[in-house]
């Protein structure tokens, strides 16, 4: 079974340009999340697809990001304009989950892609 | 607030030798908690998990101990590896989906 993957793996782009991250989750799951990791820090959580729908969109830094879900399957991260502070590891996880769910279950991350601005 | 932070950012421990890696949480609401492993190169792989009814869980080589009173998780590895040389977060979730993660423990494995 193919895991999570995310492209592209490395991206360095002039503050002020546009990049856009997209996931690609494990077949079959109904969520999807983008958590953010700054260099020595923790990793953070940017917000939490159902199918299309978005459940939770807390983690989001401000109106720069755009994420989206068409369709319910493959998800992409819009930063528009980047600045210096988003650069960072940006992973992508999803898990099988269900709509009527409302416990956590295990996620499978993806490996990641660099975002570097400059 | 909501903060889930280890106790030492790195940990060296000889090959065959028990690693104990250890964590904090502030939420006392948080009912799941997660180790993951990562490795150079590579996301967070899901380790063991652990709910908060419980106090014990066992793995493969890896046992996760959960302490509510003092609000302390820990994640055990016998017999450490070179293999499992990586970087160790802790995470909670508070019911919903949301995970929130530490900042990471690094472990080294001398051979």
């Known amino acids: 079974e193919a895991g999570v993957t995310q492209f592209p793996s490395h991206s360095v782009i002039e503050k002020g340009q546009t990049v856009t991250l997209r996931c690609d989750p494990i077949s079959g799951h109904d969520n999807l999340y983008w958590y953010r990791r700054v260099m020595g820090k923790e990793i953070k959580f940017l917000l939490h697809?159902?199918?299309?729908?978005?459940?939770?969109e807390s983690g989001m830094p401000n109106n720069r990001f755009l994420a989206e879900r068409t369709g319910g399957t493959y998800s992409t991260l819009k930063v528009q304009p980047a600045e210096l502070e988003d650069s960072g590891v940006y992973f992508c996880a999803s898990s099988l989950g269900t709509t009527q769910k409302v416990s956590p279950d295990t996620q499978y991350f993806g490996p990641g892609t660099r975002l570097t601005v400059l | 607030g909501e903060s889930v932070g280890l106790h030492l950012p790195t940990l060296s421990v000889q090959e065959g030798d028990n690693s104990i890696i250890n964590c904090a949480y502030s939420?006392?609401?948080?009912?799941?908690f997660i180790w993951y492993k990562q490795e150079s190169g590579k996301g967070p792989q899901f380790i063991i998990d652990i709910r908060s009814n419980m106090d014990k869980r066992q793995g493969q080589r890896v046992t996760v101990l959960l302490n509510k009173t003092v609000k302390h998780l820990s994640l055990q590895i016998a017999a450490t590896q070179p293999g499992d040389s990586a970087v160790y977060f802790c995470a909670e979730n508070t019911g919903g989906f949301k995970t929130i993660f530490g900042a990471g423990t690094r472990l080294f494995v001398k051979a």
């Open positions: 939420n006392s609401a948080s009912d799941y």
């Open positions: 697809f159902v199918k299309e729908s978005k459940q939770d």
